[in-house]
């Protein structure tokens, strides 16, 4: 056996049994723990910092640009908002230990569902080393192991920050091995967590999409994710057009970057004429580059014509790609050849059509007169978000702490036997 | 592009077509469309068996056993109860469609989930060509369009159920592709179909654990599966040994052959000596092979010992393993070495300690002074059931109608944009 194999097994075991132990902690003792661990990342700051400075000083040298070595500094504000988080996560209500669904049957067994732990999560991710803190503290709370692989330029800092937590953790009396680190950058790590499926109840990876392809190729274990989010707005031609162009503006220029930002703008024909030249101007003046289809081009002499790819392409900059559509249909149609199932939006003042959005469009949000930019863990009140799934098992959309744990069935009986 | 994938993919098509009208259509026009499956298939009963015919002869050339021979055939009992079956199906609530977690944000936001389709399943099994009707009428009645993949032994029977369903459905005016069986036992077919994640939302697969194992190795569309059911009865020292008795006999011999029968007795070392001689005397007379642990053997003079496999095989017959353990701890322990996720019971007289197992034991089903066998969607109030997993994601346990739906979230405003 490989010693990368090896230690992912060894790690495995580790985080089931510290799995074990959480299941049956209580809320109290779990936020004993999370207090210990933002009480530690404080007293730790030189020392994470120190270590993140190798981080950065590596990410120099190899030529990093000037805003991945922002994305990766661990700065004072960076190390406070993370303790932040952690104690927001306190504040959060425990999902773990509820019954739903309970039931008396006919013979006299009480049945129902109660809320428990998935047990083993894996989160493979690429980006800025607050995740290891974020996810870990989250993981935590709702009762689960976690065992993390971060990217590779982080590595020191992760590496820290996980050692600060863990033993912050085994301090307060749970298992060091409720928050665990793949010390190693070597690839063949990913490969054997993929794998690991006797530890590992749960892969959610977080990164770029060929990250998420190869884990979804190799993975024998469960997976959810996201790829991206080619989000729509589409204005119906009995939308408040005002409205229209507030939230089209929001969708799109309010944040560019992130995975809820409108990339699509889909235009009844009926209100095009009304509606896309001010839209145009407004959007062209904050800097955003149009692409349209030829009917848009032909009523906006700022916009591009649009590639076929542009269609499917999630911009996360200025740039927007539009359509003018004959109805309904024809919008329903363009988000299901195009879309990502992440987040797509109607603006229409007619209730019928806004329920035939809802039911039509195959979308882990579908919105109704608002900005696509809600779509968000906080926003929806879940309190702190892991990730975004568009995938249609367990979690669709914003994941909270919820939608990080299972239910077993409790089958409560005086003796009972089947005929 | 090979043939094979040509045709999976434009049976994914039809999938996805059928699925988007699926996804909106009433409880009314399902159930209609299931009402036409059953007179359909009364219709045709004599076609379906000219056609089962060719499958039995095929086999007896093949020379299947008696056993399989006898799962094949059609006879006019079993389409009796695949059409009461349909039937039943029709009686069953619609899960789509309801609302639930709705909450109003401080900015206006109208938010809750709605229960929706999964989309278009994949079904591959092994099993009895009834598995056709009952999952296509699951799938149906869900609002989700299905992809079946039955064995080759069957094929010639599944197709023409498969086209009696099809053309029922489409004659009530749903999509013909709501039923859909693959028309071939090319084995390539499948492999398409685990990666079909463009047109699959689902796999589930039904059969033995080679093909298990093979579907979760080779899908990058989620799978939700059991590898099989070794589910223990753990009597305590506080047990009710009566009561006792009767449940671990009932758990071994009223069913041996499906996976929540008991594979397993552990017995408390304190009641073992009271308790194992009259037990073991009862389960030899019904014909019940015993293989013990060292203690088990010294108590019981018709045990043999069992070996380190026995603990973790899915006996299916009347084989029982019986393991002497001091107390709760090591026979939490002992099932999470060997068990499968399935079903455990424990019989105690003790609430705590029923409290401390059912918090402790990480299987899909948790059970007090019951028996195994009652883990079921039907006695679980279920209504029917389409499968069983052992997978911690998305559905646990027997899976029901509502285990085949997903949601998305709704979130209505009123112009709301983000700050």
């Not at 994470?48 to 400075?53: H, R, T, V, Y």
């Not at 690991?196 to 979804?216: F, H, M, N, Q, S």
């Not at 930002?261 to 904050?286: Q, W």
Request: net charge negative; glycine share 10%; with cysteine.
């Amino acid at each position: 056996m490989s010693e990368i194999r090896q230690l992912v097994e060894r790690m495995g075991r580790d985080g089931r049994a510290a799995a074990a132990r959480l299941a049956v902690a209580t809320s109290e003792e779990k936020n004993r723990a999370l207090e210990a661990v933002a009480v530690a990342l404080e007293n730790n700051r030189g020392k994470i910092q120190a270590e993140n400075e190798k981080d950065l000083a590596a990410g120099r040298q190899r030529g990093l640009s000037g805003a991945m070595l922002d994305r990766l500094a661990l700065t004072d504000a960076r190390i406070d908002s993370m303790i932040a988080g952690v104690r927001e996560v306190v504040g959060l209500a425990d999902p773990v230990g509820g019954t739903f669904d309970e039931r008396v049957r006919p013979n006299g067994l009480n049945i129902c569902r109660m809320r428990v732990p998935i047990g083993v999560i894996g989160i493979i991710y690429e980006s800025r080393p607050n995740v290891t803190v974020d996810a870990g503290a989250l993981t935590l709370k709702s009762g689960n192991a976690v065992i993390l692989r971060g990217g590779s330029e982080a590595i020191n800092s992760n590496l820290a920050l996980a050692r600060t937590m863990s033993e912050a953790v085994a301090s307060s009396g749970l298992p060091a091995a409720t928050v665990q680190l793949v010390p190693t950058t070597d690839r063949e790590a990913v490969g054997e967590m993929l794998v690991a499926e006797k530890y590992i109840d749960l892969i959610i990876p977080r990164g770029g999409k060929t990250l998420i392809r190869r884990v979804v190729e190799n993975s024998t274990i469960p997976v959810i994710k996201h790829y991206d989010g080619i989000c729509h707005v589409y204005v119906d031609a009995e939308a408040d057009l005002a409205m229209a162009a507030d939230i089209a503006f929001n969708a799109k220029v309010q944040r560019p970057g992130v995975c809820n930002a409108m990339e699509t703008l889909l235009i009844d024909s009926a209100v095009a004429e009304e509606f896309l030249p001010s839209m145009g101007g407004r959007l062209s003046d904050a800097g955003v580059e149009i692409r349209g289809c030829h009917r848009t081009v032909e009523l906006l002499e700022s916009a591009k014509p649009a590639t076929e790819d542009d269609w499917s392409t999630e911009f996360l900059e200025l740039i927007l790609s539009v359509k003018i559509v004959d109805g309904l249909d024809e919008a329903v149609r363009h988000i299901e050849q195009y879309g990502s199932h992440h987040t797509d939006a109607i603006i229409t003042r007619n209730t019928e059509t806004a329920k035939q959005f809802i039911g039509r469009v195959d979308s882990s949000s579908v919105m109704v007169n608002t900005s696509t930019r809600f779509s968000d863990g906080a926003q929806y009140g879940l309190g702190a978000e892991i990730g975004i799934s568009t995938d249609k098992l367990h979690a669709r959309g914003p994941m909270g702490l919820e939608e990080l744990t299972t239910y077993k069935w409790v089958v409560t009986g005086q003796g009972q036997v089947r005929e």
